[in-house]
């Protein structure tokens, strides 16, 4: 099951409808605090209420998959309405058909007094020709009655307990849809979501064998990980020596673990954590790249991949994640304010290396209507971009074009 897109309405800024297409590698762009980083977590916030693991009883949990929507469930309404509601739909490919799942969750409150607590109203999973269609008969909160629509048709009305948007009763999906629906809860679970900045487990650490390691949001288990596969840290290494000539060893002491950095033609090591800013950031992002090829179906989203390094490394970051995203069908989103990064995917596109159909470009910005909205940028098979929005990197054309008037100016008698 591979994601094609998520929609969102009365969603924190967003106060109509918006779509973010998702290919294997989707590009946000946008201005500080237009709204990029609440359209990504929109995928971890989905991703946390369909995992089945999952025991909270908000339909929209506000901690999940590692990462904080918000102390109540106003902070994720637009406008923080006590009574609003916030839309959340995404579409997925499954044998080739579509599978859709649409959910309204609203804010009630029971009475004077009362916190506001969460309700569905409406759920819906479709899958090609065949759906069934949740609808809350009462939005009181001690009651639990849905009207059910199975392909079209009105069944009886059945009461729903709740797991995030889960619906623990068996009946409540039929069994002609539970195949896809076991899908989708799948796919929750192979989300990932890495935020900036980032925060590696210091050295010393234990080596974890035991178990399975748990990718986590701020990034720390990534020694974890290369302490636990040789190959791994092989390729890591040699990916440093490449981009910043500096190597990546991990030392033993009896049953600790040392991951140090050393620069080409020394030998001192430090510890990675005091190698530089760079070099920390940088490394759970080159973990996770490195790992997407063995991870099950969902969706890697990385804010900001370039923090804290300098340009230069920008052009190289860029490739390593065009590398492991152009034919996975595991989709990447990547966060980003580095204009190298999306000319890097426009290069690699006027190379032949990757088609326009595989890379989407969407501007976050503020409406003229009011709300915030996600306005695609398409690229041609030139890799050049068709209608391209004032104030996408538009900085850098300005200060040039200021620097010829003074130089004018001053060169005048």
């Keep these: 099951m591979n994601i094609k897109w998520i929609e969102v309405e009365r969603y924190k800024g967003y106060k109509r409808s918006t779509r973010l297409d998702v290919r294997p590698f989707t590009v946000l762009v946008g201005r500080n605090n237009a709204g990029k980083s609440a359209l990504a977590r929109v995928i971890p916030l989905l991703a946390a209420a369909l995992d089945e693991r999952a025991t909270s009883a908000e339909p929209l949990p506000l901690a999940g998959c590692g990462v904080e929507h918000g102390n109540t469930f106003q902070d994720l309404v637009n406008a923080r309405a006590i009574h609003g509601s916030v839309r959340i739909a995404a579409g997925w490919d499954c044998g080739g058909e579509t599978t859709t799942l649409d959910v309204r969750v609203q804010s009630v409150v029971a009475g004077p007094g009362s916190d506001p607590e969460q309700v569905i109203t409406n759920w819906s999973l479709r899958h090609g020709a065949r759906s069934v269609e949740l609808v809350r008969c009462d939005v009181d909160p ?108 991990l030392r033993e002491q009896a049953e600790f673990r040392l991951l140090e950095a050393r620069s080409a033609g020394t030998s001192t090591a430090v510890a990675i954590e005091q190698a530089g800013q760079g070099l920390i950031q940088a490394l759970p992002v080159v973990v996770r790249m490195l790992t997407r090829s063995d991870a099950a179906a969902g969706i890697d989203v990385i804010e900001h991949p370039e923090a804290e390094l ?5 052009p190289s970051i860029a490739d390593l994640l065009l590398k492991h995203s152009v034919l996975l069908a595991r989709p990447l989103v990547v966060e980003t304010h580095s204009e190298l990064l999306l000319l890097r995917a426009r290069r690699w596109v006027a190379e032949g290396r990757l088609v326009p159909e595989q890379v989407a470009v969407h501007w976050i910005d503020e409406s003229s209507k009011g709300g915030t909205t996600a306005r695609q940028i398409k690229i041609t098979d030139e890799g050049d971009v068709e209608d391209w929005p004032e104030g996408v990197f538009y900085e850098d054309y300005e200060e040039i074009l200021a620097i010829r008037r003074a130089s004018r100016t001053r060169s005048k008698p």
């Design 142 to 249: 001690a009651r639990r009655d849905y009207a059910r629509r199975v392909d079209d048709h009105e069944t009886s009305p059945i009461s729903i307990d709740w797991r995030g948007l889960r619906p623990v009763n068996a009946e409540a999906v039929p069994g002609h849809l539970a195949s896809v629906w076991n899908q989708a809860r799948e796919w929750a679970r192979g989300v990932r979501y890495l935020r900036s900045p980032r925060s590696v487990q210091p050295s010393p650490f234990r080596a974890m064998r035991a178990k399975a390691i748990e990718f986590n949001p701020d990034g720390h288990e990534a020694p974890s990980v290369l302490a636990a596969s040789p190959g791994l840290l092989e390729a890591t290494r040699r990916w440093y020596e490449s981009v910043f000539s500096v190597s990546i060893y």
């Design 310 to 314: 300098h340009p230069a490394a920008h």
